[in-house]
């Protein structure tokens, strides 16, 4: 059974939907086009910020996940035959509120997954701020994760996502400063760590700084745009690499999640209030990886903690 995934990160500038729609579509002509296909970070809610006011940009770019512009989005991934993470978009929530939030279409179009950005840029970004981690299922392919531009300074992130059972995790990107600098290392080191793959894919020139990456489990850069220019990156993820640098060890060295033995006694946190506690520290094991890749079984302790089965994730 296969277990590649042949992704698409385009890193282009703020554009209209109409724009985007043709681009997207033109992109799908190829013979080695991609089967999930991600931009960048508040894509579709950038055109004409910068001369608006906040409440101008709301009332322009907000609206429900189910209004028109999610019906559109579904409808093109359908169209197509894609997953499609169009970016990030301004969402107006139940409670009214304005979020950040990530949206993963299936190839039936149907909405397979959102997150509401957690670590929003403040004091720059005034979103409400999500407070659930959310990973999809590819059915018979395996888990990804979703972040937000600054989502990956904060660690806790990626190592949750990667507990959560995901392989692939994605990091939608709008920065135009000269922080994309310390995000290519920052990600590089979150894909380390966690031995995930991270495809950080950020905004084109004059929207934003480019230098969009994808980073293998073992933190090598598999593919990368140079600058800022308008660019598609094209690359085949192979999932079974997570499962085997866990099983051999990143460079053949290092194994950071079997570190605990059965031993050992739960490492207080006192930063947050909790612990480490050996028996839950190990993360889900997609189901489709092949047996041979697969660690030790579990303890029941650290099923129990897991809570959720490899097949039930969070996907609102």
Not at 149 to 175: F, K
């Amino acid at each position: 059974m296969s277990r590649h995934i042949r992704l698409a990160l385009v890193q282009a500038p703020a554009e209209s939907f109409e724009q985007f729609a043709e681009g997207l579509r033109l992109r799908m002509k190829s013979p080695n086009r991609a089967e999930l296909v991600v931009y960048p970070e508040l894509h579709l809610c950038s055109e004409g910020m910068e001369t608006m006011t906040l409440d101008a940009y709301y009332e322009t770019y907000a609206e429900p996940l189910d209004g028109p512009r999610g019906k559109a989005l579904g409808a093109l991934a359908r169209e197509l035959g894609i997953w499609l993470i169009p970016g990030t978009v301004l969402e107006r929530g139940v409670d009214g509120k304005v979020y950040n939030t990530a949206v993963v279409y299936g190839p039936d179009g149907e909405l397979v997954a959102r997150y509401q950005k957690i670590f929003t840029w403040r004091p720059y970004e005034p979103m409400c701020v999500g407070r659930e981690f959310v990973v999809f299922d590819m059915p018979g392919t395996g888990r990804i994760g979703l972040s937000i531009c600054y989502d990956s300074w904060y660690p806790e992130v990626t190592r949750h996502l990667a507990w959560m059972g995901a392989e692939l995790i994605v990091n939608l990107v709008q920065t135009s400063t000269s922080g994309r600098a310390q995000e290519i290392p920052v990600n590089t080191a979150n894909a380390i760590v966690n031995q995930v793959w991270v495809a950080s894919v950020n905004g084109a020139a004059p929207t934003a700084q480019g230098r969009s990456l994808l980073v293998d489990p073992e933190g090598h850069v598999q593919v990368a745009a140079v600058g800022t220019e308008e660019t598609t990156l094209l690359a085949v993820v192979d999932l079974d690499r997570v499962a085997a640098a866990r099983k051999y060890g990143t460079g053949g060295d290092s194994w950071p999640w079997d570190h605990f033995t059965a031993d050992d006694t739960p490492l207080e946190l006192p930063l947050y209030n909790g612990r480490i506690d050996p028996a839950s520290w190990r993360p889900q094991v997609s189901p489709w990886t092949p047996e041979d890749l697969r660690p030790a079984a579990q303890a029941p302790a650290q099923a129990q903690a897991m809570g959720a089965s490899a097949g039930e994730v969070v996907a609102r």
